[in-house]
Each structure stands twice: as structure tokens, then as C-alpha cells.
């Protein structure tokens, strides 16, 4: 079975600061993806990426990087965190297949 | 771009069908997928049609897809209260790269 992992279940972090967020997944997947969840609002994509060092931006990048040095890890990087940016955060996983989704993240900022 | 529609809410009494409906805009997608999400949890897959069937069934799910009319719904049989939770349509886009997610319809199953 997929499994996606992400470190945190809960964030609570200041306006402004750095904040990193990590996924791990343990099926060799090349595709890695990053989404944002709000009520009303569906997920909608940040970021992805089809293999380490490659990143291509989704529909919402503002206000979003993001890193992937191994084939595994995929992290989401809030350079300045705002609170407009307080929602929940989903990683996501695929080969030829669907998504495999982690547990999410729940990103509150004061 | 690719739209997807779905209703916000839905409440049935247990041990009724609940019937949770989809509409999509682009009918490019290969398979079309349910996803559903328990509260504080990520998606998980509960079932997927390939585009050439018109229903599938599995257990207690049953999945129309009327391709004519760019309709998929989930049928769920003898609806639970374990079944509360919001569920996600989903479908590739024109490039079958990206999935586009409707914005999830949240089921409440009243005793």
C-alpha cells in the first residue's frame, strides 16, 4: 500500500516567519504535488513536480516555493508566512495511477 | 480550463441511498474518480470509472457516468453514519497531467 507522510499534523506558526512543510512517500513515485484546502473551495494546486530537481507551478504559487532534492521527498516552503495562508495542506503522490494523498497538514497563522 | 461542479451538502437518515451528483466540463479524462474525506484526514480513493463504462458497482457504491451529459454521480446503498464525511469528484485535465477536484460535497447521515 501508498503511503504519503507528512510531518506535522498541526502548525502554528507567527506572520513572517519561514515555514517548511515536508512530505515523504514510499512507492517510487516520480509526480509530487502540493494543494491547499479550503472550505467552500475545493483543493487547489501549488505546486508539483514530475522528478527531483524539476518544479513546475500550479494554480496558486504566490507566496510559495518548493524543493526536491530526492526522488521521496517533496517539502513546501512559505517564505513569509501571512495569514491569508492558514488552511490545510495536502501532499500528494502518483505514478500512473490516482493520487495517493498524506493526512494533511493543518497550517494556522497569527 | 476543466470545471468541476458538485453540490455542497447533503443529509440523509440512515439506512436511506444517498446519491451525491458531479458535473465536469471536458470529457477528456480517462478515468473519473470519487474521493472521500473523513474530518481531520487526507482523500482517499473510494472508486474510479473508465471513461468507455457507463456504471460501475462495488459493494454498496455504484458510479454513473452519462458522457453525453458530462454527469458522474456515486450511489451509496443502506447509507451509514461511519459514510459522513465530504466527497470529491475528480477528473484529469485536457493534458492528463493535473487532477481538478470539485470543491467536495459533505454527506451527514442523520439517525
Known amino acids: 500500500d501508498v503511503k504519503v507522510t507528512q510531518s506535522s499534523r498541526y502548525l502554528v506558526k507567527r506572520t513572517g516567519e519561514k515555514v517548511f512543510l515536508e512530505c515523504v512517500q514510499d512507492?517510487?513515485?516520480?509526480?509530487m504535488f502540493w494543494y491547499r484546502q479550503d472550505p467552500g473551495l475545493g483543493l487547489r494546486l501549488i505546486y508539483f513536480?514530475?522528478?527531483?530537481?524539476?518544479?513546475e507551478k500550479g494554480d496558486i504559487p504566490e507566496g510559495y516555493s518548493v524543493s526536491r532534492e530526492k526522488k521521496e521527498r517533496f517539502s513546501l516552503i512559505l517564505e513569509s508566512a501571512s495569514t491569508n495562508q492558514t488552511s490545510m495542506y495536502l501532499c500528494?503522490?502518483?505514478?500512473?495511477?490516482?493520487?495517493?494523498f498524506g493526512n494533511g497538514t493543518r497550517l494556522t497563522v497569527t | 480550463g476543466e470545471d468541476v461542479e458538485q453540490s455542497l451538502f447533503l443529509s440523509v437518515r440512515e439506512g436511506d441511498s444517498s446519491v451525491i451528483n458531479c458535473t465536469y466540463t471536458?470529457?477528456?479524462?480517462?478515468?473519473l474518480y470519487w474521493y472521500k474525506q473523513e474530518p481531520g484526514a487526507g482523500l482517499q480513493l473510494l472508486t474510479y470509472?473508465?471513461?468507455?463504462?457507463d456504471m460501475k458497482q462495488d459493494q454498496r457504491l455504484t458510479v454513473l457516468l452519462n458522457k453525453k451529459d458530462k454527469h458522474l454521480s456515486l450511489r451509496i446503498a443502506d447509507t451509514q453514519t461511519g459514510d459522513s464525511a465530504i466527497y470529491f469528484c475528480?477528473?484529469?485535465?485536457?493534458?492528463?497531467?493535473?487532477?481538478?477536484f470539485g470543491p467536495g460535497t459533505r454527506l451527514s447521515v442523520l439517525p
Open positions: 500528494a503522490s502518483r505514478a500512473n495511477s490516482p493520487l495517493h
Open positions: 512507492m517510487d513515485h516520480e509526480n
Open positions: 513536480s514530475y522528478d527531483v530537481k524539476m518544479k
Open positions: 471536458d470529457s477528456s479524462s480517462t478515468y
Open positions: 470509472i473508465f471513461s468507455n463504462m
Open positions: 475528480a477528473v484529469l485535465d485536457n493534458y492528463g497531467q493535473n487532477f481538478v
